[in-house]
Protein backbone atom coordinates (compact mmCIF):
# COMPACT_ATOMS: atom_id res chain seq x y z
CA UNK A 1 0.00 0.00 0.00
CA UNK A 2 2.88 2.06 0.94
CA UNK A 3 4.12 1.52 -2.93
CA UNK A 4 1.02 2.63 -4.35
CA UNK A 5 0.71 5.59 -2.48
CA UNK A 6 4.08 6.73 -3.44
CA UNK A 7 3.28 6.36 -7.15
CA UNK A 8 0.07 8.22 -6.39
CA UNK A 9 2.00 11.44 -4.53
CA UNK A 10 4.98 10.89 -7.02
CA UNK A 11 7.84 13.28 -5.45
CA UNK A 12 10.78 12.15 -7.23
CA UNK A 13 13.39 10.60 -4.89
CA UNK A 14 10.74 9.81 -1.99
CA UNK A 15 8.56 7.44 -0.95
CA UNK A 16 5.66 7.39 1.52
CA UNK A 17 6.29 4.92 4.80
CA UNK A 18 3.35 5.59 6.54
CA UNK A 19 -0.42 6.84 5.64
CA UNK A 20 -3.50 7.96 7.88
CA UNK A 21 -7.07 8.89 6.39
CA UNK A 22 -9.62 10.92 8.32
CA UNK A 23 -12.53 9.94 6.92
CA UNK A 24 -14.63 12.05 8.71
CA UNK A 25 -12.68 15.56 8.45
CA UNK A 26 -11.97 14.13 4.75
CA UNK A 27 -8.25 14.78 5.26
CA UNK A 28 -5.34 12.49 4.34
CA UNK A 29 -1.65 12.42 5.98
CA UNK A 30 0.97 11.02 3.97
CA UNK A 31 4.99 10.15 5.56
CA UNK A 32 7.51 10.51 3.01
CA UNK A 33 10.90 10.16 3.47
CA UNK A 34 14.17 9.96 0.72
CA UNK A 35 14.44 6.77 -1.42
CA UNK A 36 17.60 4.97 -0.63
CA UNK A 37 20.01 5.79 -3.40
CA UNK A 38 18.51 9.86 -3.01
CA UNK A 39 21.87 10.75 -1.03
CA UNK A 40 22.66 14.21 -2.68
CA UNK A 41 22.07 17.14 -0.43
CA UNK A 42 21.97 20.89 -1.25
CA UNK A 43 23.02 23.81 0.44
CA UNK A 44 19.91 25.87 0.61
CA UNK A 45 21.77 29.37 0.64
CA UNK A 46 24.23 28.55 -1.81
CA UNK A 47 23.18 25.78 -3.67
CA UNK A 48 26.25 23.76 -2.87
CA UNK A 49 26.47 19.93 -2.75
CA UNK A 50 27.34 18.94 0.74
CA UNK A 51 28.12 16.11 2.54
CA UNK A 52 27.38 16.82 6.19
CA UNK A 53 24.13 15.85 7.64
CA UNK A 54 23.64 18.02 10.97
CA UNK A 55 19.71 17.20 12.00
CA UNK A 56 16.75 15.36 10.70
CA UNK A 57 13.62 16.79 11.28
CA UNK A 58 9.75 16.47 9.99
CA UNK A 59 7.82 19.48 8.11
CA UNK A 60 4.11 18.85 7.64
CA UNK A 61 3.17 21.04 4.29
CA UNK A 62 -0.02 20.94 2.62
CA UNK A 63 -0.30 19.61 -0.59
CA UNK A 64 -2.87 19.41 -3.42
CA UNK A 65 -6.26 17.88 -2.71
CA UNK A 66 -6.21 13.90 -3.44
CA UNK A 67 -9.89 13.74 -4.34
CA UNK A 68 -12.21 14.78 -1.79
CA UNK A 69 -9.29 14.66 0.80
CA UNK A 70 -7.15 17.44 1.87
CA UNK A 71 -3.60 16.10 1.90
CA UNK A 72 -0.69 17.07 4.46
CA UNK A 73 2.36 15.55 3.53
CA UNK A 74 4.93 15.31 6.87
CA UNK A 75 8.60 14.91 4.73
CA UNK A 76 11.24 14.31 6.64
CA UNK A 77 14.66 16.79 6.00
CA UNK A 78 17.85 17.44 6.21
CA UNK A 79 19.70 20.33 8.38
CA UNK A 80 23.18 20.46 6.66
CA UNK A 81 26.30 21.44 7.44
CA UNK A 82 27.70 23.76 4.40
CA UNK A 83 31.45 24.45 4.72
CA UNK A 84 30.69 27.93 3.47
CA UNK A 85 27.53 28.80 5.23
CA UNK A 86 27.29 27.12 8.18
CA UNK A 87 24.23 25.22 9.00
CA UNK A 88 21.51 25.53 7.08
CA UNK A 89 18.20 23.80 5.28
CA UNK A 90 18.84 21.44 2.52
CA UNK A 91 17.26 23.08 -0.66
CA UNK A 92 13.83 20.77 -2.02
CA UNK A 93 12.44 20.70 -4.71
CA UNK A 94 9.07 19.59 -3.60
CA UNK A 95 9.07 22.10 -0.65
CA UNK A 96 10.82 25.27 -1.49
CA UNK A 97 10.16 27.37 0.87
CA UNK A 98 9.65 28.05 4.39
CA UNK A 99 6.07 28.12 4.22
CA UNK A 100 4.00 25.05 4.98
CA UNK A 101 2.91 24.48 1.29
CA UNK A 102 4.30 22.22 -1.39
CA UNK A 103 5.59 23.33 -4.25
CA UNK A 104 3.05 22.05 -6.83
CA UNK A 105 0.34 23.79 -3.55
CA UNK A 106 2.01 26.94 -4.57
CA UNK A 107 1.68 26.49 -8.02
CA UNK A 108 -2.16 25.52 -8.34
CA UNK A 109 -2.65 28.86 -6.12
CA UNK A 110 -0.94 30.94 -8.25
CA UNK A 111 -2.59 29.46 -11.44
CA UNK A 112 -5.79 29.82 -9.61
CA UNK A 113 -4.78 33.85 -9.13
CA UNK A 114 -4.70 34.38 -12.70
CA UNK A 115 -8.38 33.51 -13.44
CA UNK A 116 -10.07 34.97 -10.14
CA UNK A 117 -9.42 37.42 -7.14
CA UNK A 118 -7.40 36.45 -4.55
CA UNK A 119 -10.38 35.97 -2.11
CA UNK A 120 -12.35 33.84 -4.26
CA UNK A 121 -9.44 31.79 -3.99
CA UNK A 122 -9.10 32.15 -0.40
CA UNK A 123 -12.53 30.82 0.18
CA UNK A 124 -11.82 28.15 -2.57
CA UNK A 125 -8.73 26.71 -1.15
CA UNK A 126 -9.50 27.82 2.78
CA UNK A 127 -6.83 29.60 2.78
CA UNK A 128 -6.65 33.42 4.31
CA UNK A 129 -6.81 35.70 1.86
CA UNK A 130 -3.04 37.13 3.09
CA UNK A 131 -1.96 33.46 2.57
CA UNK A 132 -3.08 33.43 -1.06
CA UNK A 133 -1.38 36.89 -1.80
CA UNK A 134 1.73 35.47 -0.17
CA UNK A 135 1.82 32.46 -2.13
CA UNK A 136 0.94 33.80 -5.75
CA UNK A 137 3.83 36.85 -4.94
CA UNK A 138 6.38 33.34 -4.24
CA UNK A 139 5.05 31.80 -7.20
CA UNK A 140 5.45 34.97 -9.80
CA UNK A 141 8.52 34.95 -8.32
CA UNK A 142 9.44 31.07 -8.77
CA UNK A 143 8.24 31.03 -12.37
CA UNK A 144 10.29 34.71 -13.93
CA UNK A 145 7.65 37.23 -11.89
CA UNK A 146 5.04 38.27 -14.69
CA UNK A 147 1.60 37.44 -14.47
CA UNK A 148 0.71 35.55 -17.71
CA UNK A 149 -1.98 38.00 -18.16
CA UNK A 150 -0.77 41.38 -19.21
CA UNK A 151 -2.76 44.59 -18.04
CA UNK A 152 -4.83 45.98 -20.21
CA UNK A 153 -3.53 47.85 -22.92
CA UNK A 154 -5.35 51.01 -24.69
CA UNK A 155 -5.34 50.90 -28.58
CA UNK A 156 -6.56 52.78 -31.01
CA UNK A 157 -8.86 51.46 -33.55
CA UNK A 158 -6.62 52.00 -36.65
CA UNK A 159 -3.88 50.27 -34.70
CA UNK A 160 -6.23 47.06 -34.18
CA UNK A 161 -7.45 47.21 -38.06
CA UNK A 162 -3.99 47.49 -38.63
CA UNK A 163 -4.64 49.06 -41.87
CA UNK A 164 -7.28 47.40 -42.91
CA UNK A 165 -10.04 50.08 -41.31
CA UNK A 166 -11.63 51.39 -44.76
CA UNK A 167 -12.97 48.16 -45.49
CA UNK A 168 -14.50 48.08 -42.03
CA UNK A 169 -18.11 48.91 -42.68
CA UNK A 170 -20.00 47.64 -39.23
CA UNK A 171 -20.46 49.30 -36.59
CA UNK A 172 -19.51 52.54 -37.98
CA UNK A 173 -16.17 52.26 -37.42
CA UNK A 174 -13.83 54.35 -39.86
CA UNK A 175 -10.73 55.76 -40.19
CA UNK A 176 -9.90 58.66 -38.55
CA UNK A 177 -12.31 57.06 -35.84
CA UNK A 178 -11.13 58.03 -32.01
CA UNK A 179 -12.77 55.05 -29.92
CA UNK A 180 -10.30 53.48 -28.21
CA UNK A 181 -10.91 49.62 -27.37
CA UNK A 182 -9.67 47.52 -24.31
CA UNK A 183 -7.94 44.67 -25.69
CA UNK A 184 -5.35 41.79 -23.76
CA UNK A 185 -2.35 42.15 -25.14
ZN1 LIG B 1 25.99 26.84 1.55
Not at 49 to 76: G, M, P
Request: proline letters at 3%; hydrophobic letters at 30%.
Amino acid sequence: MQTDWTKVLGWPGYRVYAYQIEEAGRHLTLWVRRKRGNRKLTCSQCGRRVYDIHAVYDRRVRDLRCFEFETSVVVELYRVRCPHCGVKGERSDQVPSKAPYSKRFEDSVGQACEGAAARQVARRMHLAESTVRAIDLRYLERWGARRRRPPLRHLGVDEIYKGKTRQISHGGVQSGDSRAVMVWS
